[in-house]
């Protein structure tokens, strides 16, 4: 076992991990983040969320989590991954799933309830600066009873932790109806919960009987020492503000979109909005729309550009440690809620292309105003 020590204004965190520390430092580095709570932020470098990421790489992250998967996931197999950080994470390892043969269904939870299409389910998230998720019902009918006939539940995050939130989900699909639930599958890149999940999993009542398997790329544990007279009631605010979860009213969702679940991926490539991209080149995703940004950013990178992948987040976090620039910008829906684009840097890109599912003129314009040749598509 291995130990790395992080240092922050808040406190310093200590990472005991299984793995090289130089593999640990190529996977994540720390932040803090403004919750009184949990008041620091694991920062993945393979995500495509709080740092730049070649499309190359995170396809390489999903293929090595499903093969995990892959090796016990049998039957109806239902993906579903956690808004809005592991959105995009979690439609990658059904895709890569579908690569190996394992025909799956994906849907993810959404902080956004779509209106006229029923809710399933609804779960906590503590910890978290939006604490309540959704889970749709799905909307075309064959993915809906393929989800309802679920066997297999592979439950995929950035991180675990406490095992708290991914349990509260299960419990949640189990207690609304997936009656044929026999094993569940944990994903995360990172996992510090020391098999939290599955020891909730057996001690409860309603959950003893699902075979349970985890599946990550980094174990280990952390500890956290708060640093004297830090005052954490300074972020408080911050949960408050961002805690919201409203219907979307008119706003337009695309069918293929994640929360609404689907099956194969047959996202259409807008070729017209990329007419003369070159250069180095960022594709921002925004908020929970990150799966069909990435396949756009991957399409590019195919056709032999300089690539990165990103996207906007609701996670409040300081600049220092894992990040080196913060840009602040109300979100796309409507809600007046903060969203951040972290370090994306405008001398590092000749083109920007941000990607959102709600019409461009509802976009805040001050990302477009930070960054040189920037412009935002709407993917329908």
Not at 238 to 252: A, C, E, F, Q, V
Not at 304 to 315: A, E, I, K, N
Request: glycine fraction near 6%; hydrophobic fraction near 35%.
């Amino acid at each position: 076992m291995h130990s790395s020590q992080f240092s922050l204004p808040a406190g310093s965190l200590t990472i005991n991990h299984v793995c090289d520390t130089e593999v640990l430092n190529g996977y994540l580095d720390v932040a803090q983040r403004k919750n009184p709570k949990r008041p620091f932020l694991f920062v993945s470098k393979v995500l495509g969320r709080h740092i730049p990421v070649k499309p190359s790489d995170m396809t390489a992250t999903f293929d090595a989590l499903a093969s995990g998967v892959a090796d016990t996931a049998t039957g109806e197999v239902t993906c579903i991954g956690m808004a809005e950080t592991a959105v995009g994470l979690g439609a990658g390892v059904h895709n890569s799933l579908l690569k190996l043969g394992l025909d799956s269904v994906y849907i993810s939870s959404t902080r956004y309830p779509v209106n006229d299409v029923p809710v399933f389910c609804e779960f906590k998230e503590e910890h978290s600066h939006a604490k309540s998720h959704y889970l749709h019902l799905p909307a075309d009918e064959v993915i809906r009873q393929r989800f309802l006939n679920t066997r297999v539940l592979v439950l995929i995050d950035d991180e675990a932790s406490t095992g708290k939130t991914l349990f509260n989900l299960t419990s949640s699909l189990l207690a609304s109806g997936l009656s044929n639930v026999e094993r569940v599958i944990t994903v995360s890149l990172t996992d510090w919960s020391n098999n939290a999940v599955h020891q909730l999993l057996a001690q409860n009542e309603s959950t003893s009987h699902l075979e349970h398997d985890n599946v990550s790329l980094i174990d280990g544990s952390f500890t956290w020492s708060q640093s004297d007279g830090h005052d954490m009631s300074q972020y408080a605010s911050s949960i408050d503000k961002n805690d919201k979860s409203l219907p979307l009213g008119d706003i337009t969702i695309p069918p293929n979109e994640c929360r609404l679940g689907f099956g194969g991926s047959d996202f259409k490539i807008p070729h017209d909005a990329l007419e003369g991209i070159a250069g180095r080149v960022l594709v921002l995703g925004t908020g929970e729309f990150a799966w069909q940004p990435y396949l756009i950013a991957k399409h590019l990178e195919e056709k032999g550009l300089d690539v990165s992948f990103s996207s906007t987040s609701r996670s409040p976090v300081s600049i220092g440690g894992a990040i080196k620039r913060k840009l602040e910008l109300k979100d796309n829906y409507g809600q007046n809620i903060d969203m951040f684009a972290y370090n994306v840097s405008p001398e590092d890109y000749d083109h920007v292309i941000i990607c959102s599912e709600t019409p461009a003129e509802l976009f805040d314009q001050t990302l477009l105003s930070e960054m040189h040749n920037a412009k935002v598509i709407y993917c329908e």
